[in-house]
């Protein structure tokens, strides 16, 4: 199992998520950002959990108390980067197989969920891109899923006090490689 500075992972993340340009400046405070607030999972990188997030009376992701260096090396061939924009949950889990990094993805919590930002994952030290397919239960049509549109929560119906129509429900998920 290879192990990666925690730096160069950041550097990856901010480029491919906060950022998507190449900013000096910008990347040195996304890279601030992500050390104060990433929780890192898995079994090879338990000394980097964050310890405010373990306590099991308390529902809500927490910053870190002393925010990593960037010097740290997280273990694992299989990681996943994932941040919840309206709350601030930020992970990186180490999956131990590629097809365990596919079922994150491709899964109810993964990057369809209308809460999940963004999901980046990191092969071999490496962002690995992708795209989304999924069948619309509604129309049994297939399509590319796009962030923001398909996973959109319905308008609320305020004349009849319910959500509004629904256009898309996805199922059948998959994903695609691009080459990196």
Same mark, same amino acid.
């Given at each position: 199992?290879? =192990? ?13 998520? !906060? ?9 040195? =405070? ?10 890192? +999972? ?19 992701? %927490?910053? %870190? ?5 960037? =010097? ?54 490496? *962002? ?5 397919? !999924? ?10 899923? *796009? ?22 429900? +996805? ?10």
């Amino acid at each position: 199992m290879n =192990q990666y500075k925690l730096s160069d992972i950041a550097t990856q993340i901010a480029v491919h998520s !906060f950022l998507k340009e190449e900013w000096h400046d910008e990347i040195a =405070q996304a890279k601030e950002y992500v050390y104060k607030t990433v929780d890192i +999972i898995g079994t090879n990188n338990s000394a980097l959990r964050n310890p405010l997030n373990l306590d099991e009376d308390v529902f809500y992701f %927490r910053d %870190r108390e002393y925010p990593l260096t960037g =010097q740290e090396m997280i273990s694992g061939d299989y990681l996943l980067f994932k941040y919840i924009g309206h709350n601030g949950d930020m992970f990186i889990n180490e999956c131990i197989s590629i097809d365990e990094l596919e079922d994150e993805i491709t899964g109810g919590g993964g990057i369809t969920n209308t809460f999940t930002t963004f999901q980046i994952p990191i092969v071999m030290g490496k *962002v690995r891109h992708y795209t989304i397919t !999924f069948i619309n239960g509604i129309d049994g049509q297939e399509y590319n899923f *796009v962030k923001g549109i398909h996973d959109a929560l319905p308008e609320w119906d305020y004349e009849n006090e319910q959500p509004g129509e629904v256009f898309f429900e +996805i199922s059948k998920v998959k994903i695609h490689w691009l080459n990196s």
